[in-house]
């Protein structure tokens, strides 16, 4: 166990959630320099010294106006480089969202395994342990590393949530489809023991090919029960609606969504943002910076999940598990 406090770092467009991980913690942003260049390259680095520092790099890293995955994961992957060159004892990268995550295996002959790639890069920098939140395959993302991995999950505030305000509903957690089935059994049996009481379970299929997705029926009792649709993230949209309506048809009273990430792509809002979901509950993994003002908006919740991070900071840096 180290006896000085975690020193925190966080590029500029995480400066915000970084501030409030900080905050929980009681600690303040270590500071830094980002220069850009004329050329679009860019420069980070600490203003303060890390040697034999236990350091903490706080960047989620999904497309934004002004920044793209790719320049986020840029910034990312120098600053560590920087921080390693600097005589940091322990970089240890804590990436909320992340990029390229969902590309883990081939689909198709000669496809890439992206997220094989992503886990080499901050090795060859010098990340000496990787932290996140909800990927799509967690096997996959432990499997991809070869430091030590951290796998963050947002079930318990999600449940609590919807144990707050469906308290005394009859309720049933729907899987959009058979890989999510673990996820969704997990949120299930957190919210039946804040309950107290039995939630009942479904599942959906769904087939991608091409990227057009194709709904199959849901296996479950929906009839007079309250739907809950768990996933690990909203992307465009078309999973989620598919399976909200196909609830409404089998008799839900209403449908609810619960997901880590909202990244809301495409139409993904025009989808959304009729009648078949009564509310979204997302995380702030991803600002929803896409989503307008409108009926989408009014039904949006995003969870604060800045406590999650700042725990597992402390428990790391403390040394235990």
Known sequence: ????????????????????????????????????????EHKLRPLESVRGRDVYVIHSLYAEPGHTVNDKL????????????AAAARVNVVAPYLCYARKDRRSQPRDPVTTRYVAQLFEAVGATRFVTLDVHNVAAYQNAFRVPTEHLEANGLLAQWFATHLRDTALVVVSPDAGGVRRAEDF???????????????????????????????????????????????????????????????????????????????????????????????????????????PLLDRLTVLDSTPLF????????????
């Open 1 to 40: 166990m180290t006896n000085t406090a975690p020193m925190l770092f966080s590029p500029p467009s995480s400066h915000a959630f970084a501030e409030r991980v900080a905050s929980a913690l009681g600690v303040a942003l270590a500071e830094h320099e980002w220069r850009p260049f004329e050329d679009g």
């Open 74 to 85: 840029c910034e990312l992957l120098f600053f560590v480089g920087a921080l390693g060159d």
């Open 188 to 294: 299930r049996g957190r919210l039946a023991k804040l309950l107290g009481r039995p939630v009942e379970a479904a599942f959906a299929g769904k087939l991608r090919a091409g990227g057009i997705v194709t709904g199959k029926p849901i296996v479950g009792d929906l009839e007079g029960r309250c739907a809950i649709i768990v996933d690990d993230l909203i992307g465009t949209g078309t999973t989620l609606a598919q399976v909200a309506g196909h609830c409404r048809a089998l008799g839900a009273t209403e449908v609810h969504a619960a997901a880590t990430h909202g990244l809301f792509l495409r139409d993904a809002c025009a989808k959304l943002g009729g009648g078949a979901l009564a509310s979204i509950v997302v995380t702030d993994s991803v600002a929803p910076w896409r989503v307008p003002d409108g």
């Open 310 to 321: 700042a725990e597992a900071i402390a428990r790391m840096h403390a040394d235990a598990s």
